[in-house]
């Protein structure tokens, strides 16, 4: 069992950075991949960021070249660096996990967070 404790969100203003974090539970978190979904109001859930127990980092378009995602093993924690926040990047940021590979859809993760609220305003 894997417990994850997102921290990190809060309200920015366009074009500024925040910096999520996701505390991990348990002794094998080196062999989880590591997501970041988020899901804003009305929306569905959708794939930020993930980086898999090799190292091997995925990002969706939207936030290529903006965000940032990293793990420190050692720390059993994963980070995700947001710089150059838009509007549309308000949403309450999930941190997710699961063995090894990275997957985009959330049917394919075992386990959640509670959630951190990011609102950034124009």
């Known amino acids: 069992q894997v417990q994850l404790v997102e921290s990190g969100g809060g309200l920015v203003q366009a074009g500024g950075s925040l910096r999520l974090s996701c505390a991990a539970s348990?002794?094998?978190?080196?062999?989880?991949?590591m997501a970041w979904f988020r899901q804003a109001p009305g929306k569905e859930r959708e794939f930020v960021a993930g980086?898999?127990?090799?190292?091997?980092?995925y990002y969706a378009d939207s936030v290529k070249g903006r965000f940032i995602i990293s793990r420190d093993n050692a720390k059993n924690t994963v980070y995700l660096q947001m710089y150059s926040l838009k509007p549309e990047d308000t949403a309450v940021y999930y941190c997710a996990a699961r063995l090894k590979i990275i997957f985009t859809t959330t049917t394919q993760y075992d386990y959640w967070g509670q959630g951190t609220q990011v609102t950034v305003s124009s």
């Open positions: 348990g002794q094998t978190f080196s062999t989880y991949a």
């Open positions: 980086v898999s127990w090799t190292d091997m980092l």
